[in-house]
C-alpha cells in the first residue's frame, strides 16, 4: 500500500478543502471497497478525507412523501427501513442480496454509488486497463469476460458496474444530491454514471471537490409491489450475472406503468425506458413480458464467454415482472 | 470395553482455538522479529533482465533484500522418488539461483523490514524489467507436445495400466458409453494463509510453520540449504487447514529461512492471500476420456480411461485419476493411461482425495450415462458389476461395506420414489434431481513412531510430530492413548507437530490414524507393559506374579480381569519404584498382511439437487453419504470430516475454478470474492452414516481413514443429480448456471 495522510474532516469547508488541496485525494466513508483497492494497489491516493463525522447518516421521510438518504446512511439501515421496506421493496432486496452482513453494516449509500468495477483486470495493477491507465489497452476483451457487460460497452471497456442497490435505484427516478465548493446541484441517479465511450476512467459526473450529501427516491406509490431479482453463480456473496428491478402499476387487468432495470449486465446501473413502453398498455401475461425482454437485449454486445447473459438477462426480466403480477397488493 | 474411542469427544483443543490460545505458526511470539515480504514475477514466461533495489533499500525500516543478485547458493534437490511417499519438496529446482521465470506468481526476492507495512511499501518500489514471452497457458494449444510421465505416482500407484483383452471387451459389448470429461483447477485455500517464521541460532534452523509433515520440511530445508538435518528443527502446532498444500516444502519457507540468516533477525512471512493460488499448489485441471463397454444385462466388459493434466515446467507431477476406475468394479478388461503437458504455471499437488475425487467423476458419471443407455437403475448398474475381490490383484478385500452403503444409502434417501427419467421431477419452477455416485479410497499406512510418558501423579504426555491440519488428530490420538492406558481423556496430553518428537508420516492420504495411531496405540501398550512388568517383579504389589494376559488397564489403574478389586495405580506403582516418570517409545508399521489383502474405505453417496428451471440457479438441497470406513474413533469430529467433504465437493461440483487468463498467464480470480466457495446459502440438509465395519487386517486400530473418502464421489453425484433434474449431462467442472440454460 501506498504511504498517504488521512484527515478526519467534521464539516464540508474542511472536507472539500482537505479534498482539493491534493490532487486525487479520496473520500472515505465505509470504505468497503477504497481499502481493498489500496491494498492492491489500483486506487493510490495520497490522501484519504474521512467523512464518517459528517451528520449525513439520516434517513428521513420528507413532507411530500419522498425519501431522503443520507449520503452517510448504512445499507444495512437503508434495508431494514421500514418504509423503504414497505414502499420501496425492490430497494430493500437489492441491497440485502449484495455483500454480507458486515460489509452492509459499514457501506454508505454514496458510497455504492462510487464503487468500482470487480473486473478482474481492473484489479489487477500490474496488467493494462483502460479505466486504470487511460489508453494502455482492455484484456478483458481479449481474456476471460463471462461475468462482463454485455450493454453499454464500448472498444475501450466492458467492466460491469457491480452495485444491486443502483439497479434498484435508477429503477425508483432515485435523484442525487451533491455539495460542491461553489454551488449544491442535483442530477438523476440515471445520469450519474457515464457510459465508458472513450474515457473509460471517467466514471461519473462529479467535479473535483463535490461530495454527494443524499439520495432521494421520490414517492412512487406503484413501487410498493416491486422486486428485485438477481441471478449469481452462488446463492450469497458473489455479485449478479444478471439482476432485474422491476415495477409495476396494474389496472383494470393493464400494466398503466412500469420500471425496468438491470444490473450484472451493463457498464452502468441500466434503466430501460423502451422495456417499460412495451409494457406499459399491455396486459401483465408472459407473451408480454417475452416481448419486453427482447427489447431488453436489442443492443447487446456479447463477448466470448458471456454470451448466456443475453438469453439470461431475458429469463431474469420474464421472472422478476412474473413474480411482481403475483406480490399479493391492490390491482387498482 | 470401549469406553472412549468412538465416543463424540469434543475437540480437546477446542477452547484454545475459540479463545486465541492456539498458536498458529503466525502466532509465535518471538522478540524482535522481522517481516518478510515476498517478490513475485508479474509475467509468466521470460527472463528478469534488471532488479533495481536502490529505491526499496531506502525506504523507512528495509532491513535487507534478498535477490538472484545476494541469495545463497542453494541445492537442487529430486522432485519424486517413484514408488515412495509424496515427494518433499515442492520444487526442485531452487529459487533465486537464476534469471528464469517459469511461471506468473514465480517466488524473485523478498524484503525485509522492522514492520510488515514497511516491507510491503518497500516491495512496492522494487523495479523488474523483464524481456518477455509468450506463456503456453491452455494445454489444449499444446497436446501435441504431451508425454507419458513415469510408471507410478508418489504413493505407488501405476500410471499406465492394462489388464485382459480390450478388443475382446469391445467385442462383448452391446452398448458403450465414449465421452470426455474435464474439471477445472481449484485452489485449497485454507482459511489461514501460509506462515513461516524463521530463526538461527548459530547454525541452528528452528522453522515455525504451517505443515502437513515438519519431517518433511526439515528434510527439505537441510538439503536446500546444505546443513545437517540435526541442525533443522521445524514447528506446526496448528494449521488453519491445508486440504494438501501443507503436504511439501514450498519455496517461500526456504525464503523465510534465507531471509532470517541475512538480517540475522528472527523473520516472518505470511503469504497474501494471492500468493495463496499460486505459492503452494493447486489441484490441476484434467481432461479425462472414459469408454465403457457393457452387456445389455449391465455387465461391464471393457473399462479404458485415459487422463490428461498440466505440470509445471521444471517438476512432473500427475494427478493420478484412474485409480478408481481399475478397482471398483469386476471387469475383465480395463486400461488406464496418464498424460502431462507443461505450461507456464507452478507445479500443482495433492488436494483432498487427489486423483481420486475428479477421476470419480468421470468413472460415476459414464456410469450414469451407462445406466441410462441400458435403462437401469443407477445403483442396480453398480451391484451388477459389484467387485468381490480386488479386480485387479484377485486379492480378498480386508472388509468392504458398499453393498450394504448402497442399501441403506437408497433406504434412508428414499431413493426408490426417484422417478429415472430426466426432468420428471418438479415443484413449481423448480427442477429437482437425484443422483448417486460411489466413493472409494485407498488405505495407506506408513511407519510412525510415538513416545508415552508417565508422570507419578498419573498424567500422561504423548508425543508424536504429526500435524494437525483440523481433523482433531489432538483429540483422536488423545482418546487412543486414554483407552489403551485406561485413563479419562483429561489425564492424557497429546503433543504434535515438531521434529523433536518422534517420526511421523506425512497428515495426508488419511492415513494419519491409521498410521500414527497405531504408534500411539503401541507407545501406550509398552509404557503399560513397563509398569505392569514393575508390579508383576515387586513383591509389595497386589499384581506380584500375575499373568501379564490376565491384567487390564481401566480408571488409571491396572487391575486383573476377572477381579478388578486385585490391582492398584500407575501412581503407587511409581511411587513404590521412586520413580517420578516412566516414559516408552514404540514404532509402528505395516507388514505382511498388506500383501494379502486389499485395502479400501468405501461409500455410496446421494445428492438431490434443486434447479431454477429458467435461470439454472442450484442448490444442493440434500446429500447423504453413507460408508464403510472402519472403526470411528470419534464420532463428532468424524462427522466434521464427513460433511466438510461434502461441501468441499460441492464446490468442485458447482463452483470452483481457478482462471487463468490465457494471454498473460497470471490468475485473475485469486481472491475469495471471485474464487467461489459454498456459502451457507448453498448448503441444504447434509447427512452421513458410518456402516458398522469390523476390519481386523488393515492395522491394530482397525480404522480406514476418513478424509478423502467424504469427498470422493459428491462431484459425480451431484453431476447426476444434474442431469436427472435438467436432462442436461453437464461433463465439465464446476456445473455453473450457463451450463444448463
Known amino acids: ?147 462482463h457487460s454485455i450493454l453499454g460497452t464500448s472498444e475501450q471497456c466492458i467492466a460491469t458496474h457491480p452495485s444491486d442497490m443502483c439497479v434498484a435505484l435508477v429503477a425508483l427516478d432515485a435523484i442525487v444530491h451533491i455539495q460542491g465548493s461553489a454551488r449544491n446541484r442535483t442530477i438523476p441517479l440515471t445520469d450519474f454514471h457515464h457510459l465508458p465511450r472513450e474515457t473509460p476512467h471517467l466514471e461519473t459526473v462529479l467535479e473535483p471537490g463535490e461530495l454527494i450529501t443524499a439520495v432521494e427516491i421520490p414517492v412512487l406509490p ?50 430501460d425506458q423502451a422495456v417499460e413502453h412495451r409494457l406499459v398498455g399491455a396486459d401483465p401475461t408472459e407473451e408480454t413480458f417475452r416481448a419486453a425482454a427482447e427489447i431488453a437485449v436489442r443492443d447487446a454486445v456479447p463477448q466470448r464467454f458471456n454470451a448466456f447473459k443475453i438469453e439470461l438477462t431475458k429469463r431474469t426480466l420474464v421472472r422478476a415482472l412474473t413474480q411482481v403480477v403475483a406480490m399479493p397488493g391492490e390491482t387498482l | 470395553m470401549s469406553s472412549i474411542i468412538g465416543q463424540p469427544i469434543s475437540r480437546v483443543d477446542g477452547v484454545l482455538k475459540v479463545t486465541g490460545g492456539a498458536r498458529y505458526s503466525s502466532d509465535i511470539p518471538l522478540a524482535n522479529l522481522a517481516h518478510a515480504v515476498v517478490l513475485h514475477s508479474t509475467i509468466a514466461k521470460g527472463r528478469i533482465t ?93 497436446l501435441e507436445q504431451a508425454f507419458y510421465p513415469d510408471k507410478t505416482d508418489a504413493l505407488g500407484q501405476p500410471l499406465e495400466t492394462k489388464r485382459g483383452d480390450l478388443e475382446t471387451g469391445w467385442a462383448a459389448a452391446d452398448v458403450q458409453i465414449d465421452q470426455s470429461y474435464t474439471t477445472s483447477t481449484n485452489n485449497h485455500n485454507p482459511l489461514a494463509p501460509f506462515a513461516s517464521i524463521a530463526v538461527w541460532e548459530g547454525e ?53 529461512a534465507i531471509a532470517a540468516r541475512h538480517v540475522h533477525r528472527a523473520v516472518k512471512l505470511v503469504l497474501t492471500r494471492q500468493q495463496m493460488y499460486t505459492f503452494v499448489g493447486y489441484r490441476p485441471q484434467t481432461v479425462q476420456h472414459l469408454r465403457l463397454g457393457a452387456t445389455r444385462d449391465g455387465k461391464l466388459t471393457a473399462i479404458v480411461h485415459d487422463n490428461l493434466s498440466p505440470t509445471s515446467p521444471f517438476d512432473e507431477f500427475v494427478e493420478s485419476t484412474t485409480n478408481n476406475s481399475r478397482v471398483l468394479y469386476a471387469c475383465p478388461n480395463v486400461a488406464t493411461t496418464h498424460r502431462l503437458v507443461r505450461v507456464n504455471a507452478g507445479t500443482p499437488t495433492y488436494m483432498r482425495a487427489p486423483g481420486e475425487s475428479v477421476g470419480t467423476f468421470a468413472l460415476e458419471s459414464a456410469m450414469d450415462e451407462l445406466a441410462y443407455a441400458l435403462e437401469l437403475d443407477p445403483i442396480e448398474l453398480r451391484l451388477r458389476n459389484y467387485a468381490e475381490t480386488n479386480p485387479e490383484t484377485g486379492l480378498p478385500w480386508s472388509s468392504k461395506s458398499l453393498r450394504q452403503c448402497y442399501q441403506i444409502g437408497a433406504e434412508r434417501f428414499g431413493w426408490s420414489n426417484r422417478d429415472q427419467k ?99 496405540q503401541a507407545a501406550a501398550l509398552a509404557l503399560r507393559g513397563k509398569i505392569l512388568g514393575l508390579a508383576i517383579a515387586d513383591e509389595h504389589s497386589p499384581l506380584q506374579g500375575v499373568n501379564k494376559e490376565d491384567v487390564i488397564a481401566m480408571e488409571g489403574r491396572l487391575c486383573l480381569q476377572h477381579d478388578h478389586s486385585i490391582g492398584e495405580t500407575y501412581s503407587e506403582i511409581l511411587m513404590r519404584n ?89 490468475i485473475i480470480n485469486a481472491n475469495f470474492g471471485e474464487y467461489h466457495v459454498p456459502v451457507q446459502a448453498d448448503i441444504g440438509k447434509l447427512e452421513h452414516i458410518f456402516v458398522d465395519e469390523h476390519d481386523p487386517h488393515v492395522n491394530p486400530l482397525g480404522v480406514k481413514g476418513i478424509g478423502e473418502l467424504g469427498l470422493v464421489g459428491v462431484a459425480a453425484a451431484i453431476a447426476n443429480a444434474v442431469y436427472h433434474a435438467t436432462g442436461k449431462r453437464v461433463r465439465n467442472l464446476p456445473i455453473t448456471l450457463d451450463k444448463v440454460l
Not at chain 1, 449525513?56 to 419522498?66: F, V, W, Y
Not at chain 2, 535477490?67 to 542453494?74: D, E, G, M, S, V
Not at chain 2, 529459487?95 to 516491495?123: K, M, N, R
Not at chain 2, 534452523?205 to 537441510?222: C, E, F, G, I, K
Open chain 2, 578 to 666: 521412586q520413580m517420578t516418570q516412566l516414559e516408552a517409545q514404540s514404532s509402528s508399521m505395516p507388514g505382511e498382511e498388506r500383501q494379502q489383502y486389499s485395502m479400501y474405505s468405501f461409500g455410496a453417496q446421494f445428492a438431490q439437487v434443486h434447479i431454477d428451471i429458467d435461470l439454472g440457479m442450484m442448490r444442493v438441497a440434500r446429500f447423504l453419504g453413507v460408508y464403510g470406513a472402519g472403526r470411528i474413533i470419534n464420532a463428532k469430529t468424524a462427522r466434521s470430516q464427513m460433511i466438510g467433504g461434502i461441501i468441499g465437493g460441492v464446490g468442485q461440483a458447482l463452483e470452483e475454478e481457478t482462471v487463468m487468463d490465457e494471454t498473460n498467464g497470471r
Open chain 2, 204 to 256: 541452528k534452523l528452528t522453522v515455525y510453520d504451517a505443515s502437513q509433515w515438519v519431517q518433511n520440511v526439515r528434510l527439505v530445508l537441510a538439503a536446500t540449504l546444505g546443513i545437517a538435518i540435526s541442525n533443522v528443527r521445524v514447528v506446526s502446532q496448528f494449521v488453519g487447514g491445508a486440504f494438501g498444500c501443507g503436504l511439501r516444502a514450498w519455496p517461500h519457507v526456504t525464503l523465510a
Open chain 2, 50 to 142: 534488471q532488479i533495481n533495489t536502490t529505491a526499496a533499500e531506502q525506504a523507512p525500516g528495509v532491513l535487507g533484500i534478498v535477490t538472484h543478485l545476494n541469495a545463497p547458493k542453494l541445492h537442487s534437490i529430486s522432485f519424486a522418488q517413484p514408488g515412495q511417499p509424496p515427494s518433499a519438496v515442492g520444487r526442485s529446482l531452487p529459487i533465486l539461483q537464476d534469471l528464469v521465470i517459469h511461471f506468473s506468481g514465480q517466488q524473485i526476492g523478498v524484503v525485509i523490514a522492522e514492520t510488515l507495512e514497511q516491507a510491503e511499501y518497500a516491495a512496492t518500489l522494487v523495479q523488474v524489467t523483464y524481456a518477455e514471452e509468450s506463456p503456453i497457458t491452455n494445454l489444449h494449444t499444446v
Open chain 1, 1 to 147: 500500500m501506498n504511504p498517504f495522510s488521512y484527515v478526519l474532516a467534521t464539516e464540508y469547508q474542511t472536507a472539500q478543502a482537505a479534498i482539493l488541496d491534493r490532487p486525487a485525494a479520496k473520500f472515505i466513508a465505509g470504505g468497503t471497497n477504497l481499502l481493498d483497492l489500496m491494498k492492491e494497489g489500483v486506487e493510490t491516493p495520497p490522501q484519504l478525507v474521512d467523512i464518517n463525522r459528517l451528520p449525513l447518516e439520516q434517513i428521513e421521510i420528507q413532507a411530500d412523501g419522498s425519501m431522503r438518504l443520507g449520503a452517510l446512511s448504512r445499507n444495512s439501515n437503508v434495508a431494514y427501513h421500514p418504509t423503504i421496506q414497505a414502499r420501496y421493496p425492490v430497494l430493500s432486496e437489492a441491497i440485502l442480496s449484495g455483500a454480507s452482513p458486515q460489509l452492509r453494516n459499514m457501506a454508505t449509500t454514496a458510497g455504492n454509488l462510487m464503487q468500482r468495477t470487480r473486473c478482474y483486470y481492473f484489479n489487477d495493477s500490474t496488467v493494462p486497463c483502460n479505466k486504470r491507465v487511460p489508453g494502455s489497452g482492455c484484456p478483458a476483451i481479449s481474456g476471460f469476460n463471462r461475468i
Open chain 1, 222 to 271: 406503484f413501487a410498493a409491489r416491486s422486486h428485485y431479482l438477481k441471478v449469481r453463480d452462488r446463492n450469497s456473496y458473489a455479485f449478479a450475472l444478471v439482476s432485474a428491478a422491476v415495477a409495476l402499476e396494474i389496472q383494470n387487468n393493464k400494466i398503466s406503468a412500469a420500471r425496468v432495470a438491470f444490473g450484472g449486465v451493463a457498464t452502468k446501473p441500466w434503466r
Open chain 2, 422 to 520: 430426466p426432468h420428471s421431477m418438479r415443484r413449481g419452477n423448480t427442477l429437482i434431481g437425484l443422483g448417486v455416485a460411489s466413493a472409494m479410497y485407498p488405505v495407506y499406512r506408513l511407519p510412525a513412531s510415538a513416545m508415552a510418558r508417565i508422570a507419578v501423579d498419573g498424567s500422561v504426555l504423548v508425543q508424536s510430530s504429526v500435524t494437525d491440519i483440523s481433523p482433531g488428530t489432538y483429540t483422536v490420538m488423545t482418546q487412543v492413548a486414554a483407552e489403551t492406558l485406561g485413563l479419562p481423556i483429561s489425564q492424557v496430553r497429546f503433543e504434535l507437530g515438531d521434529t523433536d518428537m518422534p517420526e511421523a508420516p506425512l497428515q495426508g492420504g488419511s492415513m494419519a490414524m491409521a498410521s500414527v495411531g497405531s504408534a500411539v
